[in-house]
Structures are given as C-alpha cells and as structure tokens.
C-alpha cells in the first residue's frame, strides 16, 4: 500500500518534470465515462447508496425482524406474510398505498409508519435516522 | 481375489480414517478455541449457518410437536387471560399489531420474530410446545416452567386469534391486562364476551 503510493508519487513528479501528458490518467478518465453512461440506466441505485449503506441496512432489516411480516430478498428467513412483500421495491410506485415512492417518503415512512398511516399494524420500531437511511438503500438495491 | 482387493485398499482406507479423524481433531480445537466462532451476539450469523439452525429448530419442533396439551385444557382457553399473559411475558420481544418490541430486543441475535403471521407457520399444538417448552440458545424461555398448563393454552390461543387484532383493539386489550396481578386474575375474564366480539370485528 505505502509502496504504491510512493510509487504513484515518484511517476507523478517525473511527469511534471517531462510534461508529457498522462495517458494512464486519460484513460481513466475514458473508463468514468463509459462507466457513467453505463451507470444512467441505474439512477436509482446510485441514489439508493447516495441514502445509505445497502449492507448496514441488510443487517438493520434482520434485526429489526422486518422479515417476520415481509417477503425480503436476499435475507435470511425473511418470509412473512403479514405485510406487502417487498420485491422490486425499486420499481414500486407507491409506499403503504399512500405515499408517492421516494427515498425521502419511505425514510419518512419506516421512521414514523403509524403517522403516515393511522391504525397501521407496522410498529415503530423506533429506527435512528442513519438506520432507516440505510434500511431505504437495502430495498432500493431490489429492482 | 476378494480378499487381495481389500488388502489392497486397506491402508489407504486406514490413511483416509485417520486423515479426516485428524482433521476433525482440528476443527474442534479450532472451535474450542473461539478462533474460528465469534459468540458475540454483535457479529451476524453466516447466512449458511443461520438457515442451517433455523431449519434444526423448526423440524425439531414439529417433531416434537405432541398431544401435550389436555385437550380441555384448548377447549376452555381464555383470549382474555391469554392476552393478560401475552401482555406480561410476551410483548416485550415479540410486540404485537402496530406495537414495536422493547428497544434491548433488535440487540438480540437470532432476534426474536413479530408473530403475525405464526399460526399460518404453525400448528396449535407445534405453537404450544413452542411456548411451553421454549428454544435453547435463542432466548426463548420454557414458559411451562414457571406457568401452569393452562395459561399456556390461553396464550397460545391469544397469539392465534392476534393477527385478527387492530392496533386499537390491540392496545386497549394491555392497558385492561395492565392490572392483572395474580390476586385479580378474574377481573379480566369477567369482561370476556363483551371485548373480544369487538376485537373479532372486521377493522
């Protein structure tokens, strides 16, 4: 790791030396971009990591037993048949049939369920905000 | 030519016995050890071997699954004192409709499920072995140690009858449980017919 950067350094020094321009740095800039074009079909995944961190908020879903009333995919015994399953949450319009689908509402919505829907069975787990966040970009990942 | 054949084989068999005694040897040390198992209940379960001892757990409940229960024991359960107990021992970690669990519970590992949906998982009887006779390691207690037979059939008929509660319904039914101590345990059973032909209503 150290060895790379000072490696990484000495280059960088004899190119300001030589002024010859940085191929390497020209193609890297060439891969963003394919990867950015590549990348616009997916506008919802990068918003989904830009809310949280999809792999904290697998972890929050399992122990917030989500699992015993929702279908989840990809977590563990997560096969309940209480609520709505929650497969292409991604693709899904609306939230809890109230709220219009996005990563503000369905933050708003796990942190406070029973303020969005009065009489709703779904308890307040009582989510910190980082959790709710990170819960939002797990089910975000399910397009 | 038999007999050539396995004393041909025999020293290889012998080499693979003690190979894989040997390696076993070294598992469990490795085990013992805590190298190669983090008992922390902050540290998940490898997906493997959570689906590993969730599916132990559910097929060693429906083995088990008896006629434990006296069948009058069923037949006279009361919803009533049923939540009064829910509302003692079982909300805490298991919360009911529209009611979150004790903050502690999502600290537990497995954490304990919401039952909503645990009578369509499963039967009156794999439920009230469930309750009375726990699940080693998970935090589930063998309530029938410490309450009678009965009240065990009360809970479990409460927990049946539960995804058919309101949140409302729900609520009223603990704060009318709340002064269920064990010298006043009629006051909530003469209330029987009237609440629950609400609780059973549509909502």
Known sequence: MARSRNAFRVEDADRRRTGVPDCRAIRLALAVCVAAIGLAGCQRSAAADRIGDPRAGAIAIDRMACGSCHRIPGIEEADGSVGPPLAHFASRQMIAGVLANSPQALVRYLEAPQEVVAGNVMPNEGLGDRQARDIAAYLYTLR | ?203
């Not at chain 2, 083995?63 to 037949?75: K, L, S, T, V």
């Not at chain 2, 529209?98 to 600290?107: D, I, Q, T, Y």
């Not at chain 2, 537990?108 to 726990?134: F, I, K, N, Q």
Request: proline share 8%; hydrophobic share 40%.
């Open chain 2, 1 to 203: 030519m038999r007999s050539s054949l396995l004393r041909r084989l025999f020293p290889g068999w012998l080499l693979g016995m003690f190979t894989a005694a040997l390696l076993a040897g070294v598992f469990g040390a490795l085990l013992l050890s805590g190298l190669i198992f983090d008992t922390s209940a902050s540290s998940q379960h490898s997906k493997t071997f959570a689906w590993a001892i969730h599916l132990t757990m559910i097929h060693s409940v429906r083995e088990r699954a008896g006629r434990q229960e006296r069948p009058d024991a069923a037949r006279h359960a009361s919803l009533l004192n049923g939540a009064a107990a829910y509302a003692r021992d079982c909300v805490a970690c298991h919360g009911g409709p529209g009611a979150a669990r004790a903050p502690w519970v999502s600290a537990m590992l497995p954490t304990p499920p919401y039952l909503l949906d645990s009578s369509s998982r499963w039967s009156r009887a794999e439920l009230y072995r469930l309750v009375h006779d726990g699940v080693k390691m998970s935090g589930m207690p063998a309530w029938g140690e410490i309450e009678p037979d009965q009240t065990i059939s009360d809970i479990v008929s409460f927990v049946q009858q539960m995804p058919k509660l309101s949140p409302t319904e729900f609520a009223r039914l603990r704060q009318q449980a709340r002064p269920a101590t064990p010298d006043s345990p009629t006051a909530i059973g003469a209330q029987e017919p009237s609440t629950f032909s609400s609780a059973s209503s549509p909502s």
